[in-house]
């Protein structure tokens, strides 16, 4: 595609629910990265896919999150058990392997836990 | 965490140059400077990078010291648009660790 498409783009669900959050990243690019962005903060990172492995996901806050990626494009962010502090917008970002490290963000998935 | 320091905000005129600081004294020979920025409610975008040399492009230039341990990033005319928080990151080849950046207001 064009861009880094996420969605859904806003999520409100109830506290202890769990949610999927779905990145489609650009075609041919095979690095995938995920993000969050709690409210006036900046971007934490959570998890690195290169192709369908994830060599990096010393991000990930608790054993609550998990993320997988297939066929080397969608990725889905999955978050167990969700709590208020887990509100944050959710950001995706895709680029081709190396340098430069010119990622394409994506627009993010806003949760809101109640 | 992010290895960068940069002020916490900046005020820029309309149509004049905007140059934002970073320090990264830390930074290894691999390690490459790169910008991007964040306006409200978007995802950030790439604005430049480099090693060692100056380099400019559409978007904005950016100077990096002889030692580079800190670099300018020049966006010659500001505009409106331009109001937004600016990222200045040291990394190799893996991933990006975003600091809290620089808050750019452009004013009329």
């Known amino acids: 595609g064009a861009g880094v498409s996420q969605s859904p783009s806003n999520k409100v669900t109830e506290k202890g629910k769990d949610v999927e959050l779905r990145c489609d990243p650009i075609s041919g690019h095979t690095a995938l990265y995920w993000y969050r962005q709690s409210l006036g903060q900046g971007l934490e990172f959570l998890i690195y896919?290169?192709?369908?492995?994830?060599?990096?996901k010393s991000g990930l806050p608790s054993d609550r999150f998990s993320a997988e990626r297939t066929g080397g494009s969608v990725s889905t962010l999955t978050i167990q058990r969700t709590q208020q502090e887990d509100s944050a917008v959710y950001l995706c970002a895709s680029s081709l392997p190396g340098s430069p490290l010119s990622y394409t963000f994506g627009s993010g998935t806003r949760l809101t836990v109640v | 965490d992010a290895k960068t320091t940069q002020p916490t905000s900046m005020d820029c005129a309309e149509g004049r140059a905007a140059n934002l600081p970073c320090n990264h004294s830390t930074i290894s020979g691999n390690e490459y400077v790169y910008w991007y920025r964040q306006i409200h409610s978007q995802g950030p975008q790439y604005i430049i990078h480099?090693?060692?040399n100056n380099e400019t492009n559409e978007m904005a230039s950016l100077i990096i010291t002889e030692d580079r341990k800190s670099s300018t990033l020049i966006l010659p005319h500001a505009t409106l648009r331009d109001t937004a928080v600016y990222y200045c990151i040291e990394t190799g080849f893996q991933k990006l660790v975003f600091g809290t950046g620089t808050r750019l207001l452009v004013s009329p």
């Open positions: 480099g090693l060692k």
């Open positions: 896919f290169q192709g369908n492995s994830a060599p990096d």
